[in-house]
């Protein structure tokens, strides 16, 4: 079972309060399934809810360290018939692939007055990878390039 500081839990209980149950657990208690459930709901979310149905604290309580114990859990909140866990989440690796192009970037485009006298006007503009800013600062699309019918006749 993981444990948490006071610090911890009570920055964990803050986030999970907008949180609704994920995981409904009837009167019958707790079954296989419903734990697959709560392992697969903590290993997309970290932090969730639980709902448990049924009058007795006692079983409560008991699922409560069931779940903890049995999927290396930490326990944050118990109120009523809620549970609060958090287990961390796994970092998952992504790797850029090389078929995107480029992101979008911030260029800076800096036009002289008409007049030749006031300040240049200086402004920000996020630009896409495939646009380019032409040498009066308007900004356009690259076109892709044409292929001569020539050339491609040579190589067929």
């Not at 240049?120 to 032409?134: A, D, F, I, L, Y």
Request: glycine share 8%; proline share 5%; net charge positive.
């Amino acid at each position: 079972m993981l444990k948490l500081t006071s610090a911890e839990r009570s920055e964990l209980r803050s986030q999970a309060h907008g949180l609704n149950p994920v995981v409904l657990i009837s009167e019958d208690g707790l079954k296989p399934s419903l734990l697959k459930e709560i392992d697969a709901s903590l290993n997309a979310h970290g932090l969730i809810k639980v709902r448990v149905f049924g009058d007795d604290r006692e079983a409560r309580i008991t699922i409560y360290e069931t779940i903890c114990d049995k999927l290396g859990a930490a326990p944050v909140q118990h109120i009523g018939k809620l549970l609060v866990l958090y287990r961390p989440q796994k970092d998952a690796v992504k790797e850029r692939s090389e078929t995107r192009g480029k992101g979008m970037r911030e260029v800076t485009i800096v036009k002289p007055s008409p007049s030749g006298t006031k300040r240049p006007s200086v402004t920000k503009v996020m630009v896409k990878g495939n646009e380019r800013v032409t040498a009066g600062g308007s900004i356009k699309r690259a076109k892709p390039r044409q292929k001569s019918s020539k050339k491609s006749a040579l190589g067929s």
